[in-house]
């Protein structure tokens, strides 16, 4: 019998164990705060900017939200981020991504201070990342940690098979595996024999972007499955990578989409922001 691997309730004491420490920098006067851009009218980007205000609510935060029309210049856009790095109330500060065309991410991302990348995308904060030496570690690959650290699995010399290699999961999801001795491989559209590498796997992380891109013949008895994906199935629901329903009876663990490690990633941005802070304050 499978075990659910529950995202809510993991992402509920994270974010708990934040607001209590917010709790204590409050009564030294000092308040914890997370600055968000979004650029433009992109309804998920809007979705997820909400989200994180609203778990800077709950956390006890001040959000500062930052909404640039469509066509702001990537000048205009550097230069509010300049401001927020010159202010010290600010311990945090994101851009809500993809940024329109016109724009270049890599720009935005390298713009930002690398003490207030509470996202983790710079290239400074993403090489300590790989070195072992970061306070800050990116969001939804440490959200993943977070829950096998919770339900007590630990990945010392198990077979880690990622799915996905992009900057955001797959890359430093290997890092962190790899940190806590892990033997990660890491698959991508070129890989061949894709299912003969997953079947050998102890713990499979699938981030591809594809509903039900991992299907049973692909994993092993035993095998734990984390499922980052978030896609839209024939009817419109929310669904991941894997094929849920064929796939969680062979699995020891296996995350729930939704429920699983979307929560995670906000609850690990929140953990951030309190690091910055720490930091910042000379606390830690
Ligand atoms: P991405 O940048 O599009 O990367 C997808 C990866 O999948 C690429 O490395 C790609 O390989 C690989 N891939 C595509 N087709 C494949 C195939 N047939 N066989 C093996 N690998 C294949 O996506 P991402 O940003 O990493 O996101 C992945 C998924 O996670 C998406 O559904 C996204 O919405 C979700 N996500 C969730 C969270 C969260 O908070 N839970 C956060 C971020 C992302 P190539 O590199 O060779 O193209």
């Not at 290699?165 to 559209?189: F, Y």
């Not at 009876?249 to 690990?268: N, Q, R």
């Amino acid at each position: 019998m499978y075990k659910l691997i529950d995202g809510k309730e993991v992402s509920n004491h994270v974010k708990t164990k934040v607001r209590e420490e917010v709790d204590a920098l409050k009564e030294k006067g000092i308040e914890p705060a997370l600055a968000v851009i979004i650029v433009g009218n992109d309804p998920a980007s809007r979705v997820y900017v909400n989200n994180k205000k609203k778990a800077c609510e709950f956390t006890g935060m001040r959000s500062v939200e930052y909404a640039m029309p469509e066509e702001t210049t990537e000048e205009e856009l550097l230069s509010v981020i300049d401001k927020l790095n010159a202010d010290d109330s600010i311990n945090g500060i994101l851009c809500q991504l993809p940024v329109p065309k016109h724009i270049s991410e890599k720009a935005v991302i390298e713009r930002i201070s690398a003490k207030k990348d509470v996202d983790v995308f710079s290239a400074e904060n993403v090489g300590k990342m790989w070195q072992g030496d970061y306070d800050m570690a990116s969001c939804t690959p440490m959200g993943v940690i977070e829950l096998l650290d919770y339900y007590g699995i630990d990945v010392c010399g198990k077979n880690c098979v990622i799915i996905g290699r992009s900057n955001i999961v797959g890359k430093p999801m290997a890092s962190l595996l790899l940190e806590r001795s892990a033997t990660v491989t890491i698959c991508h559209s070129r890989t061949k024999n894709l299912s003969e590498i997953t079947s050998k796997a102890d713990l499979i992380v699938a981030a591809v972007g594809r509903a039900k891109f991992v299907t049973a013949d692909m994993v092993k008895e035993g095998a734990i499955v984390v499922d980052v994906g978030i896609n839209r199935n024939d009817d419109g629901k929310l669904c991941g990578d894997v094929d849920f329903e064929n796939v969680k009876d062979k699995c020891e663990f296996i995350t729930p989409v939704p429920g699983g490690c979307g929560p995670m990633t906000i609850a690990v941005l929140m953990k951030n922001t309190l690091l910055a802070c720490k930091k910042q304050n000379g606390i830690i």
